[in-house]
């Protein structure tokens, strides 16, 4: 019995040892079988770039690409257990033709990069060419309008010229019948408060004209350059007129005058004259039996910001 028991347990270490030379030569073999070049089918979907898809539209392309790749058994195996699918981007910016051939030789280099397989030897294709067809839509240029932007400076701080956009004209892109029903381009209302420096402000397009599925802008947004200088207060001692009076009529004004203050520009300080500002009080006021006159500045210059008239009501006499 121990004898029989004694052949047993050396059959089995014997068989171990065997098993252990087995599995390990066919962990070499395997090995060494993937480490080989091996050739595999790769089919991927393909984007273009380098053109501007605002202004052009795709009528025909080429979508999908079948490669084969030589590489290492490995990378086969990865491939056939992900199965996952694969973009693969072509520039054209190159070819400023709108019927674009495209020799799949020539792209083969840059493909490869964008592949995550290591040990690559080789990528060929059966297919010769590519072909990406664009269309150019129709585009039809808008003057954006800001009256939605406001601005407003810290003291003694103003507007100096006009916000300046850029860019200043933007385009619309698409079929003839939609751009027709476009007849404006809006900003965006925005604010931007308490201004002191020469600032620069991004502001987005109204996007309303998207309700229109084929067309395009040129650009989001506009950027708003706004120039400020320091402004300084003067005043201004003005006439006043009687706006709307009657020729049989006469009025006394008591005071006759106004002191309207207001902050110029520190550059066109000197500039600024009396003539460049009219107050006047409406002869209809009186009519309506109003025992005082407001008066108004008809006419100012557009660079001043007035502060305050003084008085701000006036007092008169009727005189037949």
């Known amino acids: 019995m121990k004898k029989l028991w004694f052949w047993l347990k050396k059959s089995i270490h014997a068989y171990k040892g065997?098993?252990?030379?087995?599995?390990?030569?066919a962990v070499v073999w395997v090995f060494v079988s993937l480490s080989e070049t091996k050739?595999?089918?790769?089919?991927?979907?393909?984007?273009?770039?380098?053109?501007?898809?605002?202004?052009?539209?795709?009528i025909q392309s080429d979508t999908t690409l079948l490669l084969t790749v030589e590489s290492n058994g490995f990378n086969a195996i990865g491939h056939?257990?992900?199965?996952?699918?694969?973009?693969?981007?072509?520039?054209?910016?190159?070819?400023?033709?709108?019927?674009?051939?495209?020799?799949?030789?020539?792209?083969?280099?840059?493909?490869?990069?964008?592949?995550?397989y290591r040990g690559i030897k080789r990528i060929t294709s059966a297919k010769d060419s590519l072909y990406l067809v664009l269309k150019p839509l129709t585009r039809k240029a808008f003057s954006p309008n800001m009256s939605d932007v406001e601005f407003t400076f810290a003291e003694q701080?103003?507007?100096?010229?006009?916000?300046?956009?850029?860019?200043?004209?933007?385009?619309?892109?698409?079929?003839?019948?939609?751009l027709s029903q476009i007849n404006e381009l809006r900003l965006m209302p925005s604010s931007f408060n308490n201004i002191y420096e020469n600032a620069t402000f991004d502001v987005a397009i109204d996007t309303s004209w998207k309700r229109y599925p084929d067309v395009r802008s040129s650009v989001d947004k506009v950027r708003i350059f706004v120039p400020i200088e320091p402004y300084t207060e003067r005043v201004f001692e003005l006439p006043v007129v009687v706006k709307g009076s009657d020729s049989t009529v006469r009025l006394n004004l008591y005071p006759s005058k106004v002191a309207v203050t207001a902050w110029v520009p520190q550059r066109s300080f000197s500039q600024i004259s009396n003539e460049m500002f009219t107050?006047?009080?409406?002869y209809a006021d009186v009519t309506a039996g109003s025992h005082s006159l407001v008066v108004r500045l008809s006419k100012f210059p557009s660079m001043a910001r007035v502060k305050k008239v003084e008085p701000a009501e006036i007092q008169y006499v009727i005189i037949k």
Do not use: M, W
């Open 18 to 25: 065997f098993l252990g030379i087995l599995l390990l030569t």
């Open 39 to 58: 050739s595999f089918p790769l089919k991927v979907s393909l984007s273009y770039t380098g053109y501007n898809d605002a202004q052009y539209t795709v």
């Open 157 to 178: 701080y103003g507007l100096c010229g006009e916000p300046k956009l850029s860019p200043d004209t933007i385009y619309l892109y698409g079929s003839e019948e939609s």
């Open 80 to 116: 056939h257990i992900s199965k996952s699918g694969r973009t693969l981007k072509i520039d054209v910016s190159s070819d400023r033709r709108l019927n674009k051939v495209i020799s799949v030789r020539s792209i083969l280099d840059t493909i490869e990069p964008q592949l995550s």
């Open 279 to 282: 107050a006047t009080v409406d």
